[in-house]
């Protein structure tokens, strides 16, 4: 496998610079060619502490093989690494390029991972953070034309973000897995008419009694999986996702899924990250509370906010109060840690 740093190509791994992560990357690529079976990952800790997890060797080549045929991945393709080895979606992105024998380019993680890029790239996975702070940069933005196709997972991607990444010339997908999946199993392609998400290769999908996911991928040793996420499928091979059974509201008997309700307000809270959660209440067993990334509003301006809210949701949904949290803890890849 060859590896690009910066346009310089080395055959030593290593001799790859301190700065760029080599550390992690040498730590893992020593981890992949030896004599194990598995290597170690980590869940991303968004329900919990992160776990440590086996990941079998076979089933990350699997998992590469299924990406790379459907993104077109080959000995002659440039992949981007600008995520950790230490987490799934980095470790996954250099076994793409060692299954395909295509080159990596690697950069330092960072929050704009673009900077210093200066040639094409087939292939590239960033969280939606770094997407955001690449498109906030003008000089760091211009660099999208280099890339041609972008998954982005880790956290969810806004509405606000899909719209902004429809003036961009690459094709985008949010992408649906976990650690325990070897990375995704599914990809939902940005600003298309669809919403949801479509497996990849011969991934199936059901449902348990909790309307949950249930996955099944015969290219993987554990070949099904059950999660705790609620969709609506649309035959065996698609689905939309309508929220975590773990962040269900029952409300007065009523269910609420606060990722529905948090898609609605999309635009109305500018600037400020939220979520909406769920709290107990004497009246009702639970309420709807939203909570904002930010110092606490005046009254005006909060009573601002709740008259908009009713206009976009149903009266079920409307939160009963709004809280302030001067920053969320959030995981590895950006996603928000909800409390209550």
Same mark, same amino acid.
């Given at each position: 496998?060859?590896?690009?740093?910066? #346009?310089?190509?080395?055959?030593?791994?290593?001799?790859?610079?301190?700065?760029?992560?080599?550390? #992690?990357?040498?730590?893992?690529?020593?981890?992949?060619?030896?004599?194990?079976?598995?290597?170690?990952?980590?869940?991303?800790?968004?329900?919990?502490?992160?776990?440590?997890?086996?990941?079998?060797?076979?089933?990350?080549?699997?998992?590469?093989?299924?990406?790379?045929?459907?993104?077109?991945?080959?000995?002659?393709?440039?992949? &981007? &690494?600008? &995520?950790?080895?230490?987490?799934?979606?980095?470790?996954?992105?250099?076994?793409?390029?060692?299954?395909?024998?295509?080159?990596?380019? !690697? !950069?330092?993680?960072?929050?704009?991972?673009?900077?210093?890029?200066?040639?094409?790239?087939?292939?590239?996975?960033? =969280?939606?953070?770094?997407?955001?702070?690449?498109? $906030?940069?003008?000089?760091?933005?211009?660099?999208?034309?280099? !890339?041609?196709?972008? /998954?982005? +997972?880790?956290?969810?991607?806004?509405?606000?973000?899909?719209? $902004?990444?429809?003036?961009?010339?690459?094709?985008?997908?949010?992408?649906?897995?976990?650690?325990?999946?070897?990375?995704?199993?599914?990809?939902?392609? %940005?600003?298309?008419?669809?919403?949801?998400?479509?497996?990849? +290769?011969?991934?199936?999908?059901?449902?348990?009694?909790?309307?949950?996911?249930? /996955?099944?991928?015969?290219?993987?040793?554990?070949?099904?999986?059950? @999660?705790?996420?609620?969709?609506?499928?649309?035959?065996?091979?698609?689905?939309?996702?309508?929220?975590?059974?773990?962040?269900?509201?029952?409300?007065?008997?009523?269910? &609420?899924?606060?990722?529905?309700?948090?898609?609605? %307000?999309?635009?109305?809270?500018?600037?400020?990250?939220?979520?909406?959660? +769920? =709290?107990?209440?004497?009246?009702?067993?639970?309420?709807?509370?939203? =909570?904002?990334?930010?110092?606490?509003?005046?009254?005006?301006?909060?009573?601002?906010?709740?008259? @908009?809210?009713?206009?976009?949701?149903?009266?079920?949904? =409307?939160?009963?109060?709004?809280?302030? !949290?001067?920053?969320?803890?959030?995981?590895?890849?950006?996603?928000?840690?909800?409390?209550?």
């Amino acid at each position: 496998m060859e590896i690009v740093l910066n #346009d310089n190509r080395y055959s030593d791994i290593g001799k790859i610079p301190e700065s760029l992560g080599g550390p #992690d990357l040498v730590s893992f690529l020593t981890e992949w060619f030896d004599d194990r079976e598995y290597v170690i990952g980590h869940t991303s800790g968004s329900t919990g502490a992160p776990k440590e997890i086996r990941l079998l060797k076979s089933d990350m080549e699997a998992s590469a093989r299924l990406t790379n045929e459907f993104f077109g991945i080959n000995a002659d393709s440039v992949l &981007l &690494l600008c &995520l950790s080895p230490n987490y799934i979606a980095g470790k996954m992105m250099i076994v793409r390029a060692i299954v395909a024998g295509a080159n990596l380019l !690697v !950069v330092r993680p960072s929050s704009s991972p673009l900077k210093e890029i200066e040639r094409p790239i087939d292939f590239a996975a960033m =969280v939606p953070m770094q997407v955001q702070e690449t498109l $906030a940069d003008p000089m760091s933005r211009n660099k999208f034309f280099f !890339v041609k196709q972008l /998954i982005i +997972g880790g956290a969810a991607v806004s509405p606000a973000l899909e719209s $902004a990444l429809s003036e961009m010339p690459m094709r985008c997908f949010a992408t649906y897995g976990m650690t325990e999946t070897v990375s995704h199993i599914a990809l939902r392609e %940005l600003n298309t008419d669809y919403a949801g998400y479509t497996a990849l +290769g011969d991934v199936t999908f059901s449902q348990d009694d909790r309307m949950c996911l249930c /996955i099944h991928a015969p290219h993987l040793s554990n070949a099904c999986f059950v @999660t705790n996420d609620i969709v609506r499928l649309s035959g065996k091979k698609r689905f939309e996702w309508l929220g975590r059974y773990d962040n269900v509201i029952n409300s007065g008997g009523i269910k &609420l899924f606060p990722e529905e309700i948090e898609a609605r %307000l999309s635009g109305s809270i500018p600037d400020r990250r939220y979520y909406v959660t +769920g =709290v107990a209440d004497e009246r009702l067993g639970q309420k709807a509370v939203l =909570v904002i990334e930010d110092e606490h509003w005046d009254e005006l301006r909060i009573a601002s906010l709740m008259q @908009t809210m009713k206009l976009l949701l149903s009266p079920y949904q =409307v939160p009963k109060e709004i809280r302030f !949290v001067s920053h969320f803890q959030e995981t590895y890849s950006g996603k928000i840690i909800r409390k209550d």
